[in-house]
C-alpha cells in the first residue's frame, strides 16, 4: 500500500514519456505555444467541467497563491519543453528538462523550505541524473542547440516549481479539482497565443486525434496520478521519479521513432532504472521500519 503514490507518479511520468514522440507525428506548421495551450485546454476545462457536474469542487478551500504560482509554472513549461524539443530533438530535450528537475526540486526545499534532502533521495537522484548523462551521449555534440537547452533548463525549474507549489494546493484539495483549476489558469494563460499564431495545423484530422491524446491522456490522466501520488509524497522524490520520462521517451524514440541509442545510452537507462528503484524501494522500506519502531 505505501508503494501506491511512488507506483502512481512513475505511471504519470510514463504518459508524459510520450509527448516529445507524439509531438513528433504532428504534421504542418505547429508552434509550441499553441501545441502547449491546446493541450492544457483539452486537460483542464474538461476536468473542470468534471468536477463541477460532479460538484466535486469546494471554492472555500482553494489556496489560491499556490495555485496561482502553479498554473503559471505550467503555462510556462509548455512553451519552454516543446520548444527545447524542437530545438534539440526528443531525446536531449527531455533529458534535460526532466534531468535538472529534482537538482532544482531539492535545492528550492532546501534553500527556501528548509527541507534538506535524505540520502535515499540523493542516491536516487545521482543514479538518476548519471543516467540522463550517459543517455545524452547518444546524440552527436554537433546536435545540440544552445537556446534549445537553455529553454529546457527553464522547462525544468518550471516543472521543479509546479511540484513544489501544487503540493501546498494539494494541502486543502483533491487532486481532481486541484488539477482541473490549476491546468484551467494555466490554458488562460497561454489561449492569447491562438489570436496571433497560425492554427492551420489543426485542420488535419491526424494532428487533432495527437492533440486530444495530449489533452487527456498526457495532461488529464497523468496530472491526476501525479497530483494523487504528490500528496503522500515529498516533492523532490516525486521529481526525481519523473525521470522516467526521458527514459519512456529515449525507449519510444528507439522502438516507434527509429532512433540508435549507443551502448552508453543503455548503461544510461539501466542507471535511470536504478534510480527509480533506489527511491521507490528505499522509502517504502522506510516507512515500514519507521511503522515496526513506533
Known amino acids: 500500500m505505501n508503494g501506491i503514490p511512488y507506483i502512481m507518479v ?30 492544457l485546454m483539452i486537460g483542464g476545462f474538461s476536468l473542470l467541467l468534471f468536477t463541477l457536474m460532479t460538484k466535486r469542487f469546494i471554492f472555500r ?17 509548455q512553451p519552454l519543453f516543446f520548444s527545447s524539443v524542437q530545438l534539440t530533438g526528443i531525446a536531449v530535450g527531455t533529458v534535460v528538462a526532466i534531468g535538472s528537475a529534482p537538482v532544482l526540486a531539492g535545492m528550492i526545499e ?15 537522484t545521482l543514479l538518476a541524473i548519471l543516467g540522463c548523462i550517459l543517455l545524452f551521449a547518444n546524440r552527436g555534440a554537433a546536435d545540440v542547440n544552445s537556446l534549445g537547452v537553455a529553454m529546457a533548463l ?24 486541484a488539477v482541473s483549476l490549476i491546468f484551467s489558469i494555466a490554458a488562460i494563460f497561454l489561449m492569447p497565443s491562438l489570436l496571433f499564431l497560425d492554427l492551420s495545423y489543426i485542420l488535419i484530422p491526424a494532428n487533432v486525434g ?24 515529498p516533492s523532490s522524490s516525486a521529481v526525481t521519479l519523473s525521470l522516467a520520462e526521458p527514459l519512456t521517451a529515449s525507449i519510444l524514440g528507439v ?5 540508435v541509442l549507443s551502448g552508453l ?19 517504502k522500506k522506510k516507512v515500514e521500519e519507521s511503522m515496526e519502531i513506533s
Do not use: C
Open 10 to 39: 512513475l505511471l504519470a511520468a510514463m504518459l508524459w514519456g510520450t509527448t516529445g514522440t507524439a509531438q513528433n507525428y504532428i504534421s504542418g506548421d505547429a508552434h509550441p505555444l499553441t501545441i502547449g495551450a491546446f493541450r
Open 265 to 283: 545510452s543503455w548503461i544510461g537507462v539501466v542507471l535511470l532504472l536504478g534510480g527509480i528503484l533506489v527511491l521507490t524501494l528505499g522509502k
Open 210 to 233: 495527437i492533440i486530444v491524446y495530449l489533452g487527456f491522456a498526457a495532461t488529464s490522466l497523468a496530472y491526476i496520478l501525479f497530483s494523487r501520488g504528490l500528496k503522500r509524497i
Open 154 to 177: 527553464g522547462a525544468g525549474l518550471s516543472f521543479a516549481l509546479y511540484a513544489i507549489a501544487s503540493k501546498s494546493v494539494l494541502q486543502t484539495m483533491e487532486a481532481v479539482p
Open 61 to 77: 478551500n482553494v489556496h489560491w497563491p499556490a495555485v496561482l504560482l502553479s498554473a503559471l509554472s505550467m503555462a510556462l513549461f
Open 110 to 124: 532546501w534553500l527556501f523550505l528548509k527541507r534538506r534532502p535524505d540520502r535515499i533521495w540523493a542516491t536516487a
Open 255 to 259: 522502438l516507434v521513432v527509429g532512433e
